[in-house]
């Protein structure tokens, strides 16, 4: 594994890990809704609590995808794994889009960039 496909696993997991610390408070009930699901409530409703408290698990996964494409857990030449490596890159670059037009400013100004830090890094890894 190179440098910079360690990098950018590196860079990744952490921003994930970063997401989920995140989206833990808000279904917890902290005020930072503005920053999620479109930031139209600064206390997310429990339906979106729930959306918040699932999203962590599938982060775990997109972790899991990325670590096993730079060959840090098993299966990383698998078709299946290279596949959804590409499916994170393209959710990614469609988060920047849908992030950028959000009506939340907050949600443009931190979660656009965030994205856009995720499309290239797991970009880097699915070309690796």
Same mark, same amino acid.
């Given at each position: 594994?190179?440098?910079?496909?360690?990098?950018a696993v590196l860079v990744?997991?952490?921003?994930?890990?970063?997401?989920?610390?995140?989206?833990?408070?808000?279904a917890a009930g902290a005020?930072?809704?503005?920053?999620?699901?479109?930031?139209?409530?600064?206390?997310?409703?429990? @339906?979106? *609590?729930?959306?918040?408290?699932?999203?962590?698990?599938?982060? #775990?996964?997109? =972790? /899991?995808?990325? +670590?096993?494409? !730079?060959?840090?857990?098993?299966?990383?030449?698998?078709?299946?794994?290279?596949?959804?490596?590409?499916?994170?890159?393209?959710?990614?670059?469609?988060?920047?889009?849908?992030?950028?037009?959000? @009506?939340? *400013?907050?949600?443009?100004?931190?979660?656009?960039?965030?994205? #856009?830090?995720? =499309? /290239?890094?797991? +970009?880097?890894? !699915?070309l690796s």
């Open positions: 594994m190179s440098a910079l496909v360690s990098s990744a997991c952490l921003v994930l890990g970063a997401l989920a610390v995140l989206q833990i408070c808000v005020p930072w809704g503005r920053f999620v699901w479109g930031g139209a409530h600064r206390v997310l409703s429990r @339906r979106l *609590r729930i959306a918040s408290a699932a999203s962590v698990v599938l982060y #775990a996964g997109f =972790a /899991a995808v990325l +670590l096993s494409r !730079a060959g840090i857990l098993p299966g990383g030449d698998s078709l299946a794994i290279r596949i959804l490596t590409w499916v994170l890159f393209g959710y990614f670059a469609l988060g920047v889009l849908m992030n950028a037009i959000s @009506r939340s *400013r907050a949600e443009r100004l931190t979660m656009t960039p965030v994205c #856009a830090v995720l =499309a /290239a890094a797991t +970009l880097v890894v !699915a």
